[in-house]
Each structure stands twice: as C-alpha cells, then as structure tokens.
C-alpha cells in the first residue's frame, strides 16, 4: 500500500457545499433578472399612477398619530381610572408627535 492510499479522501457533499454559489450571490442573480423584468413607465403611465395614488402629506400622518394618542390616552383612564397612568400615556403620545411635527416642518418648510 502506498502512502497516499491511506490518506482520508474528501467527503463529497463537502465539495459539493464548497462549490455552491454563495447565497448573496444567488441573491444577486435573482435581483439581475428582477432589473431585467422591470421596464419604465411612459409619462402618461406615471401621470395616471399619481393621479390614482396621491402623495401621503407629513402633516396628515402626524395628525394621524396625534389623534391615535389621544384615543389611547383616554382609553388608557377609561380601564385604569388612575390618572398618573393616562398621564404617561399622554406623555408617550407627545414624545412620538413633538418630533414628528418638528420634522414634518422642517420637511415641508417652503424657503
């Protein structure tokens, strides 16, 4: 027997896993198939995907969370009936809008 019969051969599926493409690279070719696939709109495709879907204003999301605050706020008193806790209930309603209003101005602000 010569020496390198008695060396321990390599286990096959471990080859075959080494061979595989990694997966950030089928990643990678599925996302080039998606770019081939994808064709732009013409103007007037894009002017009646606008006209269908108008554009969400900052102002009516932060009126939105302002007002889900407030409802939390008083449902929150309305099972507890303590008020320190519709207090802090209050207090999150306002740590989430206060800086959301600030952003949607600074956001909107026509200079």
Known sequence: ???QDTRARPNPDS???KAAPPDWDRDSQLDAVDEAAFKPLT???????????????PWQVVMAQ????LVLVVLWWLLTLEGSKAWSALYGAIA???PNALMAWGATDAR
């Open 43 to 57: 103007r007037e495709q894009a002017q009646a995907l606008r006209a269908k879907n108008p554009a969400l204003s």
């Open 66 to 69: 302002a007002v889900s605050g």
């Open 96 to 98: 989430v809008v206060v």
């Open 1 to 3: 027997m010569t020496p």
């Open 15 to 17: 080859i075959r896993d």
